[in-house]
Each structure stands twice: as structure tokens, then as C-alpha cells.
């Protein structure tokens, strides 16, 4: 039974930093990705990593963002520095062991994962 739970969300002014955390439990490989929704928009990728542990990232967050996994405690962690009132929405842990890891977050093709936590909110204000 796979599991994932997110964390680390919270309230953040303009110009700061959070870290999200997502726990695995009862998944260990594939492609591990963040998204994101904002009210009234589309679920869009945010960054990913694969199981050879290459990132990726959308454009709106490269330089900003930074995804890492601990593979020992089975934890993906996402970095947030510099913090936009854009940013704001739920971020969402997901993950699927088949998956092109790249382009399935690039292309925020998120109905092709078939595992997500229930989410952590975000606001930048």
C-alpha cells in the first residue's frame, strides 16, 4: 500500500523560503515529482526526479527551487528560496513507478501518476 504524505507547507512573505517534505511509505522507485494548483487553474508540474536522481524543473521555478530525495529515509524534499505571491497554491507529492519522469512533469501531465498525498498549503503574502 503506497502512502504519501506531505509537509513544510505554511505562510511566507515575498522574498523568503520554505522546504516541503513528502514521506513515502510502500514506494521506493520511479519518478517522484511536486505539483501545484492555484485556485480556479490547472494542476501544473513542478519539479521532478527521477530514479537515477536527475531533476527537473519548470522554467517559472528553475533557479529558485531545488527537488532532492533521501533515498534511505524515503523522503522527497522540495527547497523553496525566493518566494513570489505566484507561488501560492496546494503543492501536491506524487509518484508512479513507469512514468518518463521529464516530460510527465514538464508537460504537468499529471493524470499519468497514479500515486499523491493530500497536499500542503502554500501562500506567499
Known amino acids: 500500500h503506497v502512502q504519501l504524505v506531505e509537509s513544510g507547507g505554511g505562510l511566507v512573505q515575498p522574498g523568503g523560503s520554505l522546504r516541503l517534505s513528502c514521506t513515502a511509505s510502500?514506494?521506493?522507485?520511479?519518478?517522484m515529482a511536486w505539483f501545484r494548483q492555484a485556485p480556479g487553474k490547472e494542476r501544473e508540474g513542478v519539479a521532478g526526479?527521477?530514479?537515477?536522481?536527475?531533476?527537473y524543473y519548470v522554467d517559472s521555478v528553475k533557479g529558485r527551487f531545488t527537488i532532492s530525495k533521501d533515498s534511505v529515509k524515503n523522503i522527497l524534499h522540495l527547497e523553496m528560496n525566493s518566494l513570489k505571491r505566484e507561488d501560492t497554491a496546494m503543492y501536491y507529492c506524487a509518484a508512479d513507478l513507469s512514468l518518463a519522469c521529464r516530460p510527465a512533469v514538464l508537460h504537468s501531465d499529471y493524470y499519468f501518476f497514479n500515486y499523491w498525498g493530500p497536499g500542503t498549503q502554500v501562500t506567499v503574502s
Open positions: 510502500g514506494y521506493s522507485r520511479g519518478c
Open positions: 526526479i527521477d530514479e537515477g536522481g536527475s531533476p
